[in-house]
T-cell receptor
């Protein structure tokens, strides 16, 4: 089982550039989410989706866009990268939106914005 | 609103010693509580979860946690630390009906041989 797959693993951007972090899961999970992890701040929720066509904002959504056109894919778009977006990004999914079961995490994308 | 506070960003224990990682929660509704572990350069993995059944929850790798409503705590313990337990541990909370999971800031566990 592939589980949750994130690409790329590493990325360096210049300020103002745009890019898309890819996330795909092959477990037919309804719930998908994006977190960023920063030292001393733990994981903070950026955006989440409870099903195809449905997305909502988390704690730190500014500067990021998402869409959920299929159950499998949940890409995260940085429209105009800023140094403050340097972080490790994790995609996570769960079978159902209630989140009473565990989150399945990808292996992360390390992003540096210069 | 839900939140968790993890006391101690770094904890060091000797191999074979008791592991105690502290987590206190804040929730206006009955909480669901989780402990996750992150090994270097990996995503998080679920250790255990509390969903209002038994207050003492057993997880993987010999870890357990006790839900104490009176103390609003959900501390993680393991009787005897192993070198392979060295990792970062995150406490997380969600409220009933919510579909957001809120994580603490993490505690890095070092095991000294």
């Amino acid at each position: 089982n592939a589980g949750v797959t994130q690409t790329p693993k590493f990325q360096v951007l210049k300020t103002g550039q745009s890019m898309t972090l890819q996330c795909a899961q092959d477990m037919n999970h309804e719930y998908m989410s994006w977190y960023r992890q920063d030292p001393g701040m733990g994981l903070r929720l950026i955006h989440y989706s409870v099903g195809a066509g449905i997305t909502d904002q988390g704690e730190v959504p500014n500067g990021y866009n998402v869409s959920r056109s299929t159950t499998e894919d949940f890409p995260l778009r940085l429209l105009s990268a800023a140094p403050s977006q340097t972080s490790v990004y994790f995609c996570a999914s769960s079978p159902r939106p209630a989140l009473n079961e565990k989150l399945f995490f990808g292996s992360g994308t390390q992003l540096s914005v210069l | 609103a839900q939140s968790v506070t993890q006391l101690g960003s770094h904890v060091s224990v000797s191999e074979g010693a008791l592991v105690l990682l502290r987590c206190n929660y804040s929730s206006s509704v009955p909480p669901y509580l989780f402990w996750y572990v992150q090994y270097p350069n990996q995503g998080l993995q679920l250790l255990l979860k509390y969903t209002s059944a038994a207050t003492l929850v057993k997880g993987i790798n010999g870890f357990e946690a006790e839900f104490k409503k009176s103390e609003t705590s959900f501390h993680l313990t393991k009787p005897s630390a192993h070198m392979s337990d060295a990792a970062e541990y995150f406490c997380a909370v969600k409220g009933t009906g919510a579909n957001n999971l809120f994580f603490g800031t993490g505690t890095r566990l070092t095991v000294i041989p």
